[in-house]
């Protein structure tokens, strides 16, 4: 069974940074691409970022890039969302989600989230 | 990157069909076979329905079912259950590892 966690979230303020982690088991991870995507709560999804199978392929929503940096340890099975310069616009849940393939972007299983609360 | 375009609501009574559409263009959804659809019910993250415009995950009934035509993606619901009331979300792939999303679609179950 796919699983995917995600820890990390917590009430920050502006300008702070924050580290997300998600632990993936019941796959081979080093085998998919993953994501990053937020829904601000009663609103929409939004991808934040996606990382092909061996890190090759690095992307970012325009609203993250330069702010915000993607990485994963497939030796540990985890993906990682370093978030700098926080804004109170990147307040929202944030899920890990797995690609259906090594590079792109069909989202086939997801976390529960782990909210990102930006506030003074 | 700008967000496939859906309709707020769509509704429709036990047993009916009712199609949600989703535009985008020709850099995403009319550009590659890669339009998906999820649904998410409140308090839930969102599950993978329809892949790869027409395909459908082990598991997800065939009352789903999807289609494209030109740069306009749609999702179609035969046969409508009260379980079917959720929201519905298209998603495109962009390039690279790129994706987008539509607004989202309120599906009411009359």
């Known amino acids: 069974e796919v699983q995917l966690v995600e820890s990390g979230g917590g009430l920050v303020q502006p300008g702070r940074s924050l580290r997300l982690s998600c632990a993936a088991s019941?796959?081979?991870?080093?085998?998919?691409?993953m994501h990053w995507v937020r829904q601000v709560p009663g609103k929409g999804l939004e991808w934040v970022s996606g990382?092909?199978?061996?890190?090759?392929?690095?992307d970012y929503a325009d609203s993250v890039k330069g702010r915000f940096t993607v990485s994963r340890d497939n030796a540990k099975n985890s993906l990682y969302l370093q978030m700098n310069s926080l804004r109170v616009e990147d307040t929202a849940l944030y899920y890990c989600?797995?690609?259906?393939?090594?590079?792109?972007?069909?989202?086939?299983?997801w976390g529960q989230g782990t909210l990102v609360t930006v506030s003074s | 990157q700008s967000a496939l375009t859906q309709p707020p609501s769509a509704s429709g009574s036990p047993g009916q069909s009712v199609t949600i559409s989703c535009t985008g263009t020709s850099s995403d959804v009319g550009g590659y076979n890669y339009v998906s659809w999820y649904q998410q019910h409140p308090g839930k993250a969102p599950k993978l329905i329809i892949y790869?415009?027409?395909k459908r995950p082990s598991g997800v009934p065939d009352r789903f079912s999807g289609s494209r035509s030109g740069n306009t993606a749609s999702l179609t619901v035969s046969g409508l259950q009260a379980e079917d009331e959720a929201d519905y979300y298209c998603s495109s792939y962009a390039g690279s590892n790129k994706g987008v999303f539509g607004g989202g679609t309120k599906l009411t179950v009359l």
């Open positions: 019941g796959f081979t991870f080093d085998d998919y691409a």
């Open positions: 989600a797995k690609d259906l393939k090594y590079s792109g972007s069909t989202f086939e299983y």
């Open positions: 990382i092909s199978w061996n890190s090759g392929r690095i």
């Open positions: 790869e415009v027409s």
